[in-house]
């Protein structure tokens, strides 16, 4: 999932927006330019940033996309092209002015500079094994990682100084639960309390139980490391649908975290239990029979099938002796977690190739610049 871009568009027909600043240049020649300027329908709205620069000649769009068309960046798309050509638009629609022929011309033929991009992906992980993972990685990562616990949520940051690339892993859930209301206020907006307001609030509760509470947000942030001459996408016409992913994915395995100790899943079993399950859950780990501890047989099937239903757990079969978890699993790409079918059906996220030749309003429209 694109989370945020920053382009440029070169021109000579932008709109003046924000606040003006002459700048002097070395050569005494002055130059014009504008203030940043924070795009939202109102003051709870998503936004997105655009700014005048280097006399009037260049504008530049930042923020992330997924959130300023679908009103959250729980899940989303990465198709760079598309997210950049739909953000932009709807930029000049908010703000109620028409885009300039340059800018039309240049999100057509994909020419403008990218300076950076987020790609932030969802990884497939047993709940409760973030905090124990983030614990590990501060204890026993190289210090050339720099990683640093993030504030506030549940997370770590790796090369936190670097200008030229940065990943985050962190708990998209408890970032959603943490401030619900407010995500919520950003997602629903306006809309009337009608049928399409209740199934957007649903969709959102069915996306963080059924998606987010199921594994782990890996961000990258890709930086000055687009001008490399070896692997160069600082330019809108070298991005194509499957770029963002290949990138997100090159830059995970140059984590130099291989020789992380093990998480053991027995122990994760063991602590999620609840008090009434722990001690047949812990027999049956030790490779005992569960049923010999029982004050009678329907007690012991009374609880197998309730451990069954609430852990997935059999206790009539032996259990697995090594059932550990490493780095190398959790950030195996076949565990990235894809959209599912409804939120892409429903339009809950925004996929530009489904609207290909007929344009659909995205929710930020429908939330926020109702008629």
């Known amino acids: 999932m694109i989370d945020y871009f920053d382009i440029t568009i070169n021109g000579d027909d932008f709109p003046e927006i924000g606040k003006a600043v002459m700048t002097h240049q070395p050569s005494g020649a002055k130059t014009k330019s504008f203030t940043e300027v924070k795009v939202c329908a109102d003051k709870d709205a998503p936004h997105f940033s655009a700014r005048v620069e280097n006399g009037a000649k260049r504008m530049r769009f930042s923020g992330s996309p997924a959130l300023w068309l679908q009103g959250h960046n729980g899940m989303g798309s990465n ?30 033929t994909c020419n403008y500079a990218v300076d950076e991009v987020h790609v932030a992906e969802h990884y497939a992980m047993p709940q409760g094994l973030m905090l124990r993972l ?9 210090p050339t990682l720099e990683a640093i616990p993030i504030r506030p949520g549940i997370g770590v940051r790796f090369w936190s100084q670097s200008r030229d690339r940065q990943a985050i892993l962190y708990d998209k859930y408890h970032y959603f639960m943490d401030g619900l209301s407010k995500h919520k206020r950003k997602l629903l907006g306006l809309m009337p309390m009608d049928i399409d307001r209740i199934g957007t609030s649903l969709y959102f509760g069915k996306m963080m139980e059924e998606y987010l509470a199921k594994g782990s947000r890996l961000e990258t942030r890709h930086k000055r490391c687009l001008k490399n001459k070896n692997c160069l996408f600082n330019h809108g016409s070298l991005w194509q649908p499957e770029t963002a992913r290949a990138l997100h994915i090159e830059m995970v395995k140059s984590i130099p975290l291989q020789d992380l100790p093990s998480l053991d899943m027995r122990e994760l079993l063991l602590q999620t239990a609840k008090l009434e399950h722990r001690t047949l859950i812990a027999l ?3 490779g005992r029979h569960p049923v010999d ?15 069954l239903q609430q852990y997935g757990i059999d206790l009539s079969i032996p259990a697995l002796r090594d059932d550990a978890i490493n780095w190398a699993s959790i950030t195996n790409p076949a565990g990235i977690l894809e959209p599912p079918d409804w939120a892409l059906e ?6 530009p190739n489904r609207w290909t030749g007929w344009r659909d309003a995205t929710q930020n429209e429908r939330a926020w610049l109702r008629a």
Do not use: M, Q
């Open 79 to 108: 198709d760079f092209t598309g997210l950049v050509k739909a953000s932009v638009l709807l930029v000049f629609e908010t703000l109620k002015l028409d885009c300039p022929a340059s800018v039309i011309e240049a999100l057509n």
């Open 134 to 142: 983030c614990d590990n990685i501060r204890r026993y990562s190289d």
């Open 284 to 286: 049956w780990l030790d």
């Open 293 to 307: 501890f029982c004050k009678s047989p329907s007690t012991y099937y009374r609880r197998r099938l309730e451990v």
């Open 346 to 351: 429903s339009g809950f996220v925004y996929e």
